[in-house]
Structure formats: structure tokens, C-alpha cells
């Protein structure tokens, strides 16, 4: 059974930064695609950020560009995502998801797999 796990999330006031985890359990998701979304309240889920489980070719959202970094480290099954400079629009619940797709996808529908979420809330 596939798990998904992330960790990392808090509060934390506008201009700081947090380091988002995601351990990975139950398969190896060699050169799969995974992405981190989140979904603000009374918003849509959103792909803020993907990457090919063997690195590769990223893709981030306009809104963080610049400021997020998604990463991931194989030998520990696990994806990041480094927050910098984060602002109150960043707030919100942020999920792990991964794919069995090869292609990266920013579409909810297209992961098979997700995490249970982590709160990040950023205070002005």
C-alpha cells in the first residue's frame, strides 16, 4: 500500500520560510512524476510546484516562482519543497502527490496517489 506523508508545515509571519517533507513508502516511484498542491480556503486545489521523482525538468506556478524550490532525495524516498519568502496568499493546506504517468501534469485528477496535508499559515 502506497503512503504518502508530509510533514514541515506551521505558522510562521510573512517574509520567513519553511521546508516541506514528504516520505514515501510502499513503492519506488523511480522516474515518476510528484508534485506538491495546495488549496487555500474556499479555493480550488493547485499545483504549486512538480518534479520527476529522478529530478530532472521542474515545474513551478508563476505565483512562486523565485521562491519555491521542489527537490527530492531517492536514497530517502522523500520530496521537498523549500518555501522562501513566504506571504499571507501562501497560506493554505499542502498536499504531496504523486503520479505513475511518465509526463509532468499540474491537473488534480491526473495523481493516483496523495498525502492526508499539511498546514502552512503565513501572518502579515
Known amino acids: 500500500q502506497v503512503q504518502l506523508v508530509e510533514s514541515g508545515g506551521g505558522l510562521v509571519q510573512a517574509g520567513g520560510s519553511l521546508r516541506l517533507s514528504c516520505a514515501a513508502s510502499?513503492?519506488?516511484?523511480?522516474?515518476?512524476?510528484v508534485a506538491w498542491f495546495r488549496q487555500a480556503p474556499g479555493k480550488e486545489r493547485e499545483c504549486v510546484a512538480a518534479?520527476?521523482?529522478?529530478?530532472?525538468?521542474?515545474y513551478y506556478a508563476d505565483s512562486v516562482k523565485g521562491r519555491f524550490t521542489i527537490s527530492t532525495d531517492n536514497a530517502k524516498n522523500t520530496v521537498y519543497l523549500q518555501m522562501n519568502s513566504l506571504k499571507p496568499e501562501d497560506t493554505g493546506v499542502y498536499y504531496c502527490?504523486?503520479?505513475?504517468?511518465?509526463?509532468?501534469?499540474?491537473?488534480?485528477?491526473?495523481?493516483?496517489?496523495w498525502g492526508q496535508g499539511t498546514q502552512v499559515t503565513v501572518s502579515s
Open positions: 502527490a504523486a503520479r505513475t504517468g511518465l509526463a509532468i501534469t499540474i491537473a488534480t485528477p491526473t495523481y493516483d496517489y
Open positions: 510502499g513503492r519506488t516511484f523511480s522516474s515518476y512524476p
Open positions: 518534479i520527476r521523482w529522478s529530478g530532472g525538468n521542474t
